[in-house]
Nanobody, 114 residues
């Protein structure tokens, strides 16, 4: 049973930064591509960034150059550094495997507002 626990969200002004973390329990982490997703009110959940077990990354066009995904295979964690935040980044952020097949955690709320 894989458990995903997200943390690090909060309220930040436009242009600010936040760092999200996800703790992953279970033996799959080190061999599995991981990803961050987000869901804004009234919208479908979308893929934000992904990272393979080897460290290759991909980003949605909307966050490219502003967000950085990373992973620590020794600690079974995946992080998302978010810089130059915009109001349209406001959403609940979730981590999951890239195929999205694990049970979703509660997510962490990110609100970008002045």
């Amino acid at each position: 049973q894989v458990q995903l626990v997200e943390s690090g969200g909060g309220l930040v002004q436009p242009g600010g930064s936040l760092r999200l973390s996800c703790e992953v329990s279970g033996s799959i982490f080190r061999i599995t591509a991981m990803a961050w997703y987000r869901q804004a009110p009234g919208k479908q959940r979308e893929l934000v960034a992904s990272i393979t077990s080897g460290g290759s990354t991909n980003y949605a066009d909307s966050v490219k150059g502003r967000f950085t995904i990373s992973r620590d295979n020794a600690k079974d964690t995946v992080s998302l550094q978010m810089d130059s935040l915009k109001p349209e980044d406001t959403a609940v952020y979730y981590c999951n495997t890239l195929n999205g097949k694990q049970s979703w955690g509660q997510g962490t709320q990110v609100t970008v507002s002045s």
